[in-house]
């Protein structure tokens, strides 16, 4: 009994053992690239009112007026509440360096309050900077582009980026006289609208000119990208 043991593991020991590796798939990686251009119809501005006195009291009383007027500025352009923020008011003294007297001199206070606010009606961008500048505001940022259909354009965006990525794959195979297979793999990305080729336009303004007619906000392009593996069929 235990020859017959030991012959049969000799046996398996000896017989060839099989091992069937698996081939690596066959792929082809490409990217594709998709953008819609569009008309903005949605207008964001960051502003500041800054003053500057000797007398904390007398800066932070003007900062204060011309930021209530800005805000009643909105009110007449017909721009809700919620779409205008106002953040606290910063207060620092400053000072210079007398280089006689080797030391720092007290010049007064800055004070300076930021505003932002969202614009539906572009139409009126032209009227809100320049009544801001008349109500006192003295920093006001480019205007951030937007459309209010941004979500719906960003998915024509991916969808173009995708079928530009089945196109790069599909050319490749005909090159290589292969078979484009089955999808493996997809990562998308969208990107944040991009500002029109020129950009805000804002010619010199009188106290006569149409305000209105200065500004001319273009297009904005929303762009997206993806990277994708096709698989390649055996011939």
Request: hydrophobic content about 40%; overall charge neutral.
């Amino acid at each position: 009994m235990a020859i017959r043991s030991g012959l049969l593991l000799f046996c398996l020991l000896a017989a060839p053992i099989a091992v069937q590796a698996d081939e690596e798939p066959r792929t082809i990686s490409v990217s594709g690239t998709g953008s819609v251009d569009v008309v903005p119809d949605i207008a964001r501005l960051r502003l500041a009112v800054q003053r500057r006195d000797l007398d904390m009291s007398a800066a932070r009383a003007a900062t204060v007026k011309a930021s209530r007027d800005f805000i009643a500025l909105c009110g007449r352009l017909g721009i809700k509440e919620s779409k205008v923020r106002t953040a606290g008011l910063t207060i620092q003294p400053e000072y210079r360096w007398d280089q006689q007297q080797k030391r720092q001199v007290f010049t007064g206070y800055f004070v300076q309050r930021q505003l932002e606010v969202e614009l539906a009606d572009l139409d009126k961008l032209g009227e809100l900077i320049e009544g801001a500048i008349d109500a006192g505001v003295n920093e006001v940022s480019p205007p951030e582009l937007d459309s209010s259909q941004r979500r719906e354009l960003g998915r024509q965006a991916l969808a173009a980026a995708a079928t530009d990525a089945r196109s790069n794959a599909q050319r490749i195979a005909d090159t290589l006289g292969v078979k484009l297979g089955a999808l493996r793999n997809l990562s998308a990305h969208s990107n944040s609208p991009r500002p029109p080729g020129p950009m805000l336009r804002m010619a010199t303004m009188s106290v006569e000119s149409d305000a209105g007619a200065s500004y001319t906000p273009g297009e904005i392009s929303l762009d997206a990208q993806v990277s994708a593996s096709f698989d390649i069929l055996a011939p």
